[in-house]
């Protein structure tokens, strides 16, 4: 290499740092108790609203889970002045954008445009979260299709895990339920919109916050103007039970037959989001896991090549937390995946970082801060969410150095305290039969599950008698249901069965019963081709669930019961 | 009530190193952030029969280390910076990006520069990356219901070779590549003079100059890469096939066309027509099928912008038992429709001014700048034209939309593809009557399909940084920190 050439043997250092300058947002309160923040953004002719109200999911009755969310969903479907039509072709002749939707914590409607729209893009949201009018064939197709799309959701595995680790770890807290029902969805009828609407949509539960390029004064007294009628409601105040107490290490195998990967999830109970130990957790998480050259990924990807990536999760909201140690791996080293993790999960906690991890950790959270500020969704998101969790005003200007300020020893003082694997719940999605054992080093108390989440019998139990006829649906991925006898027949002891529907009869072979766990293999006519199937199904009384596997096709559920 | 947007022009300077590095730098220094795209002028056009998927497998190479980086290091570099990176390639182009703090400007031109001059083409990493790419075709296009038909509707509308393969390429074309075959590669295409180097955000313009200079200066040019020819026969290659798909849960239908190349007239028109056909909850399609009859679960539609003769399309998933014969029927009476009868003043005015929104929004992101000039330069070596293009799209009249819709889309010259959910027997009888076959056989133990997003043109590949993404949506479940940037679409070669 040449003499002048020597400065390519060493990453360059860095230019003197540029100074960032956080946006300094104006705040005031209406009479009616709605907080406005503003910040004045004048770089382009651009405006961004939201509208974030502190009732999100864990707010939803008891009864009617996943009500939020449809509602907020439902807010730009129609208004008393306006149908769904009208909004989505006003919304379109602006070239802007107004969306709605909810997490467990609060509710957004956001809409952005040109600032020449920007009258007109407040009025329309003001209408939206103050008059929807929850027309009922709204209320019909949007319940058609969240009933869709829970279907397809309940066949992915990330769905069922954080189903699984939302309610092992939160128990009798909201948090635990993550999704409605189909029964759920039934009862969520327009009367029930109007009336969670007119009690939980107040303005001192909100805040309306504005970047852009506007006038303070301007947009205040504009927003007076549209939303000085709204009627001030009851305040809430979150009293949510508190989450359980973990003691012990349990494992919770969800099974699902064929699954070509294994969904791990590792979880221990965490903090919530004002904690004084958000900064060192942010600062631990960096390190073992919240990004493609933490430890979690150099070892499980790069190093070992288990899975596509491994992470951690610093999941702090509101009212509870977790800390959580994720990966999808390939069914076979499920094992291997565990020992890997509860290696580092053990790690974080008996070592201390090293000054190059923290060092980099530091470098990154405060690198990464300013883009993250870049464009006015950005920069609104962050005021959402200091409004939404209760964090301080200075959140922003004081980010980096609470990032700077954290030690070495701090870091480890969290790692014990929340990271604690001898009390970890273990959630695994996968093909039961192949990571049973695989899992059972790591815990020896498994509770294993169906899909629908159903504690399958445990061994002991009063087997079913299982022969005679069932009736069963076999759902189909795009909603349709195929019904289907399942007939099951014991002669000498030696069991046989067919499955009969309109596609003709087939009989099973191979028949397995353990338990209330039934298994046998058939061929089913598909245009006039003979395709192999595994059937599974767990009996459980005068009922039965499974699934129905096509030679490489995705497995179809079904249930059913015994045939009078 | 349409508003003329009165933008400052977007500061430019341009120039070309003596090697033929083109450069564009875009000062702003409102963020301390920097944003560096480089886009070498080599895509899956460029490929030869027998060589498929040699763009993007090199895509992957480029981040297996070179002289003075370590394998796997250039990742590693940017996070412990605080900057976020990918790369991705395309039909026309394969770029590298990455945005950081304003201060490590110097740190991405190190980086950069290193793998352009000594990149580390050993038999050992292209086995490793060959491995690495035939995983990610398993599990992002054989897995996955949908994304093979959407291939093979390429093969059906596109006669020229060039165009019609995948960038993903065949298998056996993969393993068919030697050492000398990728070195031959990269010394042909990954040559200063075949690539654009943009920079964009907080820095000092003639500093950087300086930097490049520094590391880009004495990378040696080489011969200019052969000539590419696109160019195709005004029928599609063929016009009606059913694909047979194992993943796919239900039936499902692509109608493909040809369209001119993109910067024709054209070409805009029909950009415009598809915004109205299919793009947002106010278009006619969503309209008449999702909301009115009912009848699809989603439809969906897309533009392929390419230098040469270019697509359209239009992808539709039935609800189940719905005659899919019939929608189509009432689909291509629509395009009938707006061929018959130009746009009216209110979808004009729609068009123009989420034109100027898209516009303005995209603006704000100083990567979305970099890559919008590197393709400008790269392709037309006008920089320029990111602030004036949209004056070419404002320009066209609810005539030329019709006229362009009646001449290249309301024409028989088309191509159905209907999807038939199969068993793999089925399909692999299939296919082997088809010129490509568009992969290997589905796993048989993969995940059950969920409605699948419209397949992108060429999955692998979005243009550029999508204006959607940095529209407000709904809250995520958890907060997010300050520091958690949005994730990119698409798919990068690592991450």
Same mark, same amino acid.
């Given at each position: 290499?040449?003499?002048?050439?020597?400065?390519?043997?060493?990453?360059?250092?860095?230019?003197?740092?540029?100074?960032?300058?956080?946006?300094?947002?104006?705040?005031?309160?209406?009479a009616?108790?709605?907080?406005?923040?503003?910040?004045?953004?004048?770089?382009?002719?651009?405006?961004?609203?939201?509208?974030?109200?502190?009732?999100?999911?864990?707010?939803?009755?008891?009864t009617?889970?996943?009500?939020?969310?449809?509602?907020a969903?439902?807010?730009?479907?129609?208004?008393?002045?306006?149908?769904?039509?009208?909004?989505?072709?006003?919304?379109?002749?602006?070239?802007?954008?107004?969306?709605?939707g909810?997490?467990?914590?609060?509710?957004?409607?956001?809409?952005?445009?040109?600032?020449?729209?920007?009258?007109?893009?407040?009025?329309? !949201?003001?209408?939206?979260?103050?008059?929807?009018?929850?027309?009922?064939?709204?209320?019909?197709?949007?319940?058609?299709?969240?009933?869709?799309?829970?279907?397809?959701?309940?066949?992915?595995?990330?769905?069922?895990?954080?189903?699984?680790?939302?309610?092992?770890?939160?128990?009798?807290?909201?948090?635990?339920?993550?999704?409605?029902?189909?029964?759920?969805?039934?009862?969520?009828?327009?009367?029930?919109? *109007?009336?969670?609407?007119?009690?939980?949509f107040?303005?001192?539960?909100?805040?309306?916050?504005?970047?852009?390029?506007?006038?303070?004064?301007?947009?205040?007294?504009?927003?007076?103007?549209?939303?000085?009628?709204?009627?001030?409601?009851?305040?809430?105040?979150?009293?949510?039970?508190?989450?359980?107490?973990?003691?012990?290490?349990?494992?919770?195998?969800?099974?699902?037959?064929?699954?070509?990967?294994?969904?791990?999830v590792?979880?221990?109970?965490?903090?919530?989001?004002?904690n004084?130990?958000y900064?060192?957790?942010?600062?631990?998480?960096?390190?073992?896991?919240?990004?493609?050259?933490?430890?979690?990924?150099?070892?499980?990807?790069?190093?070992?090549?288990?899975?596509?990536?491994?992470?951690?999760?610093?999941?702090?909201?509101?009212?509870?937390?977790?800390?959580?140690?994720?990966?999808? *791996?390939?069914?076979?080293?499920?094992?291997?995946?565990?020992?890997?993790?509860?290696?580092e999960?053990?790690?974080?906690?008996?070592?201390?970082?090293?000054?190059k991890?923290?060092?980099?950790?530091?470098?990154?959270?405060?690198?990464?801060?300013?883009?993250?500020? /870049?464009?006015?969704?950005?920069?609104?998101?962050?005021?959402?969410?200091?409004? !939404?969790?209760?964090?301080?005003?200075?959140?922003?200007?004081?980010?980096?150095?609470?990032?700077?300020?954290?030690?070495?020893?701090?870091?480890?003082?969290?790692?014990?305290?929340?990271?604690?694997?001898?009390?970890?719940?273990?959630?695994?999605?996968?093909?039961?039969?192949?990571?049973?054992?695989?899992?059972?080093?790591?815990?020896?108390?498994? /509770?294993?599950?169906?899909?629908?989440?159903?504690?399958?019998?445990?061994?002991?139990?009063?087997?079913?008698? *299982?022969?005679g006829?069932?009736?069963?649906?076999?759902?189909?991925?795009?909603?349709?249901?195929?019904?289907?006898?399942?007939?099951?027949?014991?002669?000498?002891?030696?069991?046989?069965?067919?499955?009969?529907?309109?596609?003709g009869?087939?009989?099973?072979?191979?028949?397995?019963?353990?338990?209330?766990?039934?298994?046998?293999?058939?061929?089913?006519? !598909?245009?006039?081709?003979?395709?192999?199937?595994?059937?599974?199904?767990?009996?459980d009384g005068?009922?039965? !669930?499974?699934?129905?596997?096509?030679?490489?096709?995705?497995?179809?559920?079904?249930?059913?019961?015994?045939?009078? | 009530?349409?508003?003329?947007i009165?933008?400052?022009?977007?500061? @430019?300077?341009?120039?070309?190193?003596?090697?033929? @590095?083109?450069?564009?730098?875009?000062?702003?220094? #409102?963020?301390?952030?920097?944003?560096?795209?480089?886009?070498?002028?080599?895509?899956?056009?460029?490929?030869?029969e027998?060589?498929?998927?040699?763009?993007?497998?090199?895509?992957?190479?480029?981040?297996?280390?070179?002289?003075?980086?370590?394998?796997?290091?250039?990742?590693?570099?940017?996070?412990?910076?605080?900057?976020?990176?990918?790369?991705?390639?395309?039909?026309?182009?394969?770029?590298?990006?990455?945005?950081?703090?304003?201060?490590?400007?110097?740190?991405?031109?190190?980086?950069?520069?290193?793998?352009?001059?000594?990149?580390?083409?050993?038999?050992?990493?292209?086995?490793?990356?060959?491995?690495?790419?035939?995983?990610?075709?398993?599990?992002?296009?054989?897995n996955?219901?949908?994304?093979?038909?959407?291939?093979?509707?390429?093969?059906?509308?596109?006669?020229?070779?060039?165009n019609?393969?995948?960038?993903?390429?065949?298998?056996?074309?993969?393993?068919?590549?030697?050492?000398?075959?990728?070195?031959?590669?990269?010394?042909?295409?990954?040559?200063?003079?075949?690539? #654009?180097?943009?920079?964009?955000?907080? $820095?000092?313009?003639?500093?950087?100059?300086?930097?490049?200079?520094?590391?880009?200066?004495?990378?040696?040019?080489?011969?200019? +890469?052969?000539?590419?020819? #696109?160019?195709?026969?005004?029928?599609?290659?063929?016009?009606?096939?059913?694909?047979y798909?194992?993943?796919?849960?239900?039936?499902?239908?692509?109608?493909?066309?040809?369209?001119?190349?993109?910067?024709?007239?054209?070409?805009?028109?029909?950009?415009?027509?598809?915004? @109205?056909?299919?793009?947002?909850?106010?278009?006619?399609?969503?309209?008449?099928?999702?909301?009115?009859?009912?009848?699809?679960?989603?439809?969906?539609?897309? #533009?392929?912008?390419?230098?040469?003769?270019?697509?359209?399309?239009?992808?539709? @998933?039935?609800?189940?038992?719905?005659?899919?014969?019939d929608?189509?029927?009432?689909? $291509?009476?629509?395009?009938?429709?707006?061929?018959?009868?130009?746009?009216?003043?209110?979808?004009?005015?729609?068009?123009?001014?989420?034109?100027?929104?898209?516009s303005?929004?995209?603006?704000?992101?100083?990567?979305?700048?970099a890559?919008?000039?590197?393709?400008?330069?790269?392709?037309?070596?006008?920089?320029?034209?990111?602030?004036?293009?949209?004056?070419?799209?404002?320009?066209i009249?609810?005539?030329?939309?019709?006229?362009?819709?009646?001449?290249?889309?309301?024409?028989?010259?088309?191509?159905?593809?209907?999807?038939?959910?199969?068993?793999?027997?089925?399909?692999?009888?299939?296919?082997?009557?088809?010129?490509?076959?568009?992969?290997?056989?589905?796993?048989p133990?993969?995940?059950?399909?969920?409605?699948?997003?419209? +397949?992108?043109?060429?999955?692998?590949?979005?243009?550029?940084?999508?204006?959607?993404?940095?529209?407000?949506?709904?809250?995520?479940?958890?907060?997010?920190?300050?520091?958690?940037?949005?994730?990119?679409?698409?798919?990068? +070669?690592?991450?």
């Amino acid at each position: 290499m040449s003499q002048q050439e020597n400065f390519r043997t060493q990453p360059p250092p860095p230019l003197a740092p540029r100074p960032i300058t956080i946006p300094t947002p104006h705040e005031t309160v209406l009479a009616n108790g709605l907080t406005v923040v503003v910040v004045e953004d004048k770089r382009l002719p651009l405006v961004s609203y939201r509208l974030a109200l502190a009732v999100g999911g864990a707010y939803d009755p008891p009864t009617l889970p996943g009500l939020t969310d449809l509602l907020a969903g439902l807010l730009p479907e129609g208004t008393e002045s306006r149908t769904s039509r009208q909004i989505a072709d006003a919304v379109a002749r602006m070239g802007a954008s107004l969306s709605a939707g909810a997490n467990s914590d609060y509710t957004i409607v956001a809409a952005s445009a040109l600032s020449h729209f920007s009258d007109d893009v407040l009025e329309l !949201m003001a209408d939206v979260i103050l008059n929807p009018s929850f027309p009922e064939n709204e209320v019909d197709l949007a319940r058609q299709n969240t009933k869709e799309s829970l279907r397809q959701q309940r066949a992915q595995p990330s769905f069922l895990a954080s189903e699984m680790v939302a309610r092992v770890m939160f128990g009798d807290h909201p948090y635990s339920v993550v999704a409605p029902t189909p029964e759920s969805i039934d009862r969520s009828t327009r009367d029930e919109f *109007v009336k969670f609407h007119r009690q939980k949509f107040a303005p001192n539960n909100a805040v309306f916050i504005v970047v852009g390029d506007v006038k303070f004064e301007t947009i205040v007294a504009r927003l007076e103007a549209l939303f000085s009628g709204w009627e001030r409601g009851e305040k809430l105040a979150p009293n949510f039970p508190a989450p359980p107490v973990r003691t012990r290490r349990q494992a919770y195998l969800i099974d699902r037959p064929g699954s070509a990967q294994s969904n791990i999830v590792i979880a221990n109970s965490g903090i919530v989001r004002t904690n004084p130990d958000y900064f060192p957790m942010l600062l631990m998480h960096t390190v073992l896991g919240a990004t493609a050259s933490s430890r979690l990924f150099m070892n499980l990807r790069e190093e070992k090549g288990y899975t596509y990536g491994a992470y951690s999760n610093l999941d702090a909201r509101r009212s509870a937390g977790t800390f959580r140690a994720t990966a999808e *791996v390939r069914s076979v080293v499920t094992g291997d995946s565990l020992k890997e993790f509860f290696f580092e999960l053990d790690r974080i906690r008996n070592d201390k970082v090293s000054e190059k991890e923290i060092a980099d950790a530091k470098s990154y959270l405060t690198g990464v801060f300013p883009v993250r500020l /870049e464009t006015q969704e950005g920069l609104i998101d962050q005021l959402v969410q200091i409004k !939404m969790l209760n964090l301080p005003n200075q959140y922003l200007e004081t980010y980096r150095d609470n990032v700077q300020a954290v030690t070495i020893e701090q870091i480890q003082r969290v790692a014990q305290e929340y990271v604690k694997p001898d009390q970890a719940a273990l959630v695994v999605v996968g093909d039961g039969a192949s990571v049973l054992d695989q899992i059972k080093p790591y815990c020896a108390d498994i /509770e294993t599950f169906n899909t629908a989440g159903k504690l399958k019998a445990s061994e002991g139990s009063a087997p079913t008698e *299982v022969t005679g006829s069932w009736t069963i649906n076999v759902d189909t991925p795009l909603g349709q249901s195929i019904p289907a006898t399942l007939t099951i027949e014991r002669a000498n002891g030696i069991l046989s069965g067919k499955i009969s529907s309109d596609m003709g009869n087939a009989n099973l072979g191979e028949i397995k019963l353990e338990s209330n766990s039934f298994q046998a293999q058939t061929s089913i006519e !598909m245009d006039g081709h003979a395709v192999a199937a595994e059937i599974a199904a767990q009996f459980d009384g005068e009922t039965l !669930m499974g699934t129905l596997k096509l030679r490489h096709s995705p497995p179809l559920s079904f249930r059913g019961e015994k045939a009078s | 009530m349409a508003p003329t947007i009165q933008l400052p022009p977007t500061p @430019l300077e341009q120039f070309t190193l003596a090697n033929g @590095l083109r450069v564009v730098l875009s000062q702003d220094n #409102v963020v301390p952030v920097v944003s560096i795209a480089v886009y070498y002028d080599v895509g899956s056009r460029n490929e030869k029969e027998g060589r498929t998927g040699f763009a993007h497998l090199f895509e992957h190479m480029m981040f297996q280390g070179s002289e003075n980086v370590p394998k796997a290091a250039h990742f590693q570099y940017i996070f412990n910076a605080g900057g976020t990176m990918n790369g991705t390639t395309s039909t026309e182009r394969t770029n590298y990006f990455e945005t950081l703090p304003a201060n490590y400007l110097p740190l991405a031109f190190w980086l950069e520069s290193d793998r352009m001059r000594s990149l580390k083409v050993t038999q050992e990493n292209l086995d490793n990356q060959r491995n690495a790419v035939q995983e990610e075709k398993r599990l992002r296009y054989d897995n996955q219901p949908y994304v093979n038909a959407f291939l093979r509707m390429n093969e059906l509308i596109f006669t020229n070779q060039a165009n019609a393969h995948s960038t993903i390429g065949s298998m056996e074309d993969l393993d068919a590549a030697t050492i000398a075959d990728v070195q031959e590669f990269f010394r042909i295409y990954y040559a200063p003079n075949n690539a #654009v180097i943009s920079v964009v955000g907080d $820095f000092d313009k003639g500093q950087a100059r300086e930097l490049i200079e520094k590391y880009f200066g004495n990378i040696p040019a080489q011969q200019t +890469p052969p000539p590419v020819d #696109v160019s195709e026969t005004n029928d599609v290659a063929i016009k009606n096939e059913t694909f047979y798909d194992p993943l796919a849960p239900a039936p499902a239908f692509v109608l493909g066309w040809k369209i001119p190349a993109r910067r024709t007239r054209d070409f805009y028109a029909l950009s415009l027509a598809g915004s @109205l056909l299919f793009d947002g909850d106010s278009s006619r399609l969503y309209q008449k099928f999702v909301k009115g009859d009912e009848s699809v679960v989603s439809i969906e539609g897309g #533009v392929d912008e390419r230098r040469g003769p270019s697509a359209f399309y239009i992808f539709a @998933l039935p609800k189940p038992g719905e005659e899919i014969s019939d929608i189509q029927a009432k689909i $291509f009476a629509e395009i009938k429709a707006l061929a018959k009868e130009p746009p009216s003043a209110d979808e004009m005015e729609k068009l123009r001014n989420s034109l100027a929104n898209d516009s303005v929004r995209g603006r704000q992101s100083t990567m979305y700048r970099a890559q919008r000039l590197a393709e400008y330069t790269l392709y037309d070596s006008q920089p320029g034209l990111f602030d004036t293009e949209v004056d070419q799209y404002l320009s066209i009249t609810a005539q030329e939309i019709s006229a362009a819709v009646a001449r290249y889309v309301d024409v028989e010259n088309r191509v159905v593809l209907d999807i038939i959910p199969a068993s793999v027997e089925e399909s692999e009888t299939e296919q082997a009557a088809s010129p490509q076959p568009p992969g290997e056989p589905n796993q048989p133990t993969s995940p059950a399909p969920q409605i699948p997003e419209v +397949p992108p043109s060429e999955p692998e590949s979005p243009r550029h940084t999508d204006v959607a993404q940095i529209k407000p949506g709904t809250p995520s479940e958890q907060p997010k920190d300050p520091a958690e940037v949005p994730q990119q679409t698409g798919s990068g +070669p690592v991450l």
